[in-house]
């Protein structure tokens, strides 16, 4: 089984920082990655697919990268309706998909 | 709009059985991908099971052989049939549409784009 390994498992940064998480998989999987983010009592929803494609919709200070086993996800700016916890998916090894453990988002 | 309402989540004794639903509407469930994906309480996403549109189904090893996804193609609607039910299967069920596009042979994946709300299940004597 591929497994995701995120870090940090959690974060605080201020208003206008520049936030990077980063998430490694325990082989190669192309650019077989997902990000999502999930607000407190909510759904998940998809932010990046295939590593770096921005979902339609999603502001642009959002951003991702990366591929073979390592992978890193950007906000540019944090604004404060960012709180939230994000996650890394990957989907290399269909149709069982794996999630990252999380990256829970504090403002400093 | 497109939407996913699940339902039938509730509290259950350990070994009891539960089935939730999941109603779409604005989409063909039938023509997708359909996920389920659980959170157990202050923990991460977890995949559960998959239906594909040709309907091959998978499991998570946690969950092989007492649950079962199915949809109802009328209804427009998604399942998930827990069985044998342990405390361990406490969570937050969501069901996910995992947007694909077909090509020929090809299949390309893009990630779970709709999301229902969530229902609970907690598994307690």
């Known amino acids: 089984d591929i497994q995701m390994t995120q870090s940090p498992s959690s974060l605080s940064a201020s208003v206008g920082d520049r936030v990077t998480i980063t998430c490694q998989a325990s082989q190669d999987i192309s650019n077989y990655l997902n990000w999502y983010q999930q607000k407190p009592g909510k759904a998940p929803k998809l932010l990046i697919y295939d590593a770096s494609n921005l979902e339609t919709g999603v502001p642009s200070r959002f951003s991702g990268s990366g591929s073979g086993t390592d992978f890193t996800f950007t906000i540019s700016s944090l604004q404060p309706e960012d709180i939230a916890t994000y996650y890394c998916q990957q989907y290399d090894n269909l149709p069982l998909y794996t999630f990252g453990q999380g990256t829970k988002l504090e403002i400093k | 709009e497109v939407q996913l309402v699940e339902s039938g989540g509730g509290l259950v004794q350990p070994g009891g059985s539960l089935r939730l639903s999941c109603a779409a509407s604005?989409?063909?469930?039938?023509?997708?991908?359909m996920s389920w994906v659980r959170q157990a309480p202050g923990k991460g996403l977890e995949w559960v099971s998959v239906i594909y549109s040709g309907g091959s189904t998978y499991y998570a090893d946690s969950v092989k052989g007492r649950f079962t996804i199915s949809r109802h193609n009328s209804k427009n609607t998604l399942y998930l049939q827990m069985n044998s039910l342990r405390a361990e299967d406490t969570a937050v069920y969501y069901c996910?549409?995992?947007?694909?596009?077909?090509?020929?042979?090809?299949?390309?994946?893009?990630?779970?784009?709709?999301w229902g709300q969530g229902t609970t299940v907690t598994v307690s004597s």
């Open positions: 996910a549409r995992d947007n694909i596009a077909v090509a020929g042979r090809e299949t390309y994946y893009y990630g779970m784009d709709v």
């Open positions: 604005g989409f063909t469930v039938s023509s997708n991908y």
